[in-house]
Antibody, heavy 120, light 107 residues
Framework: QVQLQESGPGLVKPSETLSLTCTVSGGSVSSGSYYWSWIRQPPGKGLEWIGYIYYTGNTNYNPSLKSRVTISLDTSKNQFSLKLSSVTAADTAVYYC????????????WGQGTLVTVSS | DIQMTQSPSSLSASVGERVTITCRASQSISIYLNWYQQKPGKAPKFLIYSASSLQSGVPSRFSGSGSGTDFTLTINSLQPEDFATYYCQQSYSTPQTFGQGTQVEIK
């Protein structure tokens, strides 16, 4: 079955760019029918959808983060990535990647998540 | 954005009890409501999709109902492994949005 694994720095300085990668196994990011998502969860708080990318490269971002977010695909490595620019302490969270069916569907499965702390 | 409001925010229950969690959407989302279970330090686990369909492998004591703006998650005969936080999520439109969560604690 499809498995996802997040990777990237656990500490990012304020005003810098957060960069994370999600490696997919057991399935292909190039296959149709699925979107590849990022979702985050600040410590002790709820879940926030960041956005997703389709295998064609089309993206859909949360308007609250749109000006700072880029999600991209690397089909040669079967990975997709998240970049969040100009980070502040409010961006400290566990970041999850997930496979999603798109509108009217749902994110599942999810990666285990990775904690990113924004601090100098 | 569609706002999702869960109630209660937390509850205490005993093993064997029946538990009901409510989720309300700020506008109609038809049946496009999903439920997740999350335990500390773990990723959310997918339980129910399209308001009432049980994901494969999820115990039958979990059930969901509702349409439009009002939805419920019911756990019949609560088991020790069910103590967790539960989230509803709407997939009717982007941005996807989640409820704030309901923490189910041991009484």
């Amino acid at each position: 079955q499809v498995q996802l694994q997040e990777s990237g720095p656990g500490l990012v300085k304020p005003s810098e760019t957060l960069s994370l990668t999600c490696t997919v196994s057991g399935g292909s990011v190039s296959s149709g029918s699925y979107y590849w998502s990022w979702i985050r969860q600040p410590p002790g708080k709820g879940l926030e959808w960041i956005g997703y990318i389709y295998y064609t490269g089309n993206t859909n971002y949360n308007p609250s983060l749109k000006s700072r977010v880029t999600i991209s695909l690397d089909t040669s490595k079967n990975q997709f990535s998240l970049k969040l620019s100009s980070v502040t302490a409010a961006d400290t969270a566990v970041y999850y990647c997930a496979r999603d069916g798109g509108v009217l569907y749902w994110p599942d499965p999810w990666g285990q998540g990775t904690l990113v702390t924004v601090s100098s | 954005d569609i706002q999702m409001t869960q109630s209660p925010s937390s509850l205490s229950a005993s093993v064997g009890e029946r538990v009901t969690i409510t989720c309300r959407a700020s506008q109609s989302i038809s049946i496009y409501l999903n439920w997740y279970q999350q335990k500390p330090g773990k990723a959310p686990k997918f339980l129910i999709y399209s308001a009432s369909s049980l994901q494969s492998g999820v115990p039958s004591r979990f059930s969901g109902s509702g349409s439009g703006t009002d939805f419920t998650l019911t756990i019949n005969s609560l088991q020790p492994e069910d103590f967790a936080t539960y989230y509803c999520q709407q997939s009717y439109s982007t941005p996807q949005t989640f409820g704030q969560g309901t923490q189910v604690e041991i009484k």
